[in-house]
């Protein structure tokens, strides 16, 4: 009877234990049944641009709202130096396009928006992008170089300087302090440039000017002023045409400005400014910033 009892226990057991089996069999997931891909981990993207290894420019206009963007593109050295433009959307990282101007020594051509994004080929935002930045390099071989940022809006005539520098201690600015670049010439003449030249030191001193076409970046004249101490001295960019002799063509509306102390071996001791007369809105708009390019 103990025998015949543990043989039914034991045969209850085994029946038990592959009901239990069959009621919870290992199941395929989805994912790898046939017919079906698996899940993207994610959608993969470019690597977004080291912004520490460029000069960035943030935000551009593109004219959509009646604003656009004009790049001053300025090479002291004493070579071409190519200026690589990187065209990237503010919100997707994503790389629209490069472009690339070889700019000639102490020039600084002049370029709008609409032209850098047509060289670069850059296409219409997409994908979420609300606008461009553009991430420069240009490599300095001897000197530093440089960029101004101005926006202008043709319906109202309104412009302004929007440059926004970024600095390194590697970097000697004391030629910028003495530098305008793209002084208007009278070929511009409804936005006529004042420049003013102040010496702030305590005894008179004599400066040198050298008038540079921004286009191209040969030298066109010098000029020297004498002024007494702590004196200023403002004129408009047409006077420096009258002591050259020089009159602009229709293609030099630019010329970039490099001061000098004649008898000053140690550089001069001045604060040089520009600031450009708006008859539409009949108001001054400074235009003495322009910015490094720093890697």
């Not at 511009?188 to 400066?207: D, F, G, K, M, R």
């Not at 047409?238 to 008898?263: C, G, I, M, R």
């Amino acid at each position: 009877m103990v025998w015949r009892l543990s043989v039914a226990v034991t045969a209850l057991g085994l029946l038990c234990g592959l009901a239990s089996a069959q009621a919870a069999p290992v199941s395929i997931p989805d994912a790898y049944r046939a017919g079906t891909a698996p899940a993207a981990a994610g959608i993969e993207r470019p690597s977004a641009l080291k912004g520490s290894t460029y000069t960035v420019i943030a935000p551009t206009y593109t004219g959509s709202d009646g604003n656009l963007s004009f790049l001053r593109l300025y090479n002291t050295n004493d070579n071409a130096v190519t200026f690589t433009l990187t065209i990237v959307g503010t919100t997707t990282a994503r790389v629209y396009g490069t472009a690339t101007y070889s700019v000639p020594s102490q020039a600084s051509p002049q370029y709008s928006m609409s032209d850098i994004l047509a060289k670069a080929n850059a296409g219409a935002l997409s994908g979420g992008d609300t606008g461009y930045a553009i991430y420069m390099r240009a490599p300095a071989f001897n000197a530093a170089n440089g960029f101004q940022h101005v926006i202008y809006n043709n319906n109202n005539g309104f412009f302004e300087n929007v440059s926004a520098c970024t600095y390194s201690s590697d970097i000697n600015y004391a030629d910028y302090n003495q530098t305008l670049i793209n002084v208007h010439t009278s070929a511009l003449s409804a936005y006529p440039t004042q420049v003013t030249i102040h010496n702030y030191q305590n005894a008179a001193v004599e400066y040198g000017v050298t008038v540079i076409d921004a286009r191209d970046g040969n030298a066109i004249g010098d000029v020297n002023i004498k002024l007494a101490a702590n004196a200023s001295y403002t004129v408009p960019f047409s006077w420096f045409e009258t002591q050259l002799e020089f009159k602009p063509t229709s293609s030099q509306a630019h010329v970039n400005l490099k001061f000098y102390a004649v008898d000053d071996q140690g550089g001069p001791s001045a604060v040089v400014s520009q600031a450009i007369y708006n008859q539409k809105l009949a108001a001054y708009v400074g235009m003495t910033l322009f910015c490094s390019i720093n890697p």
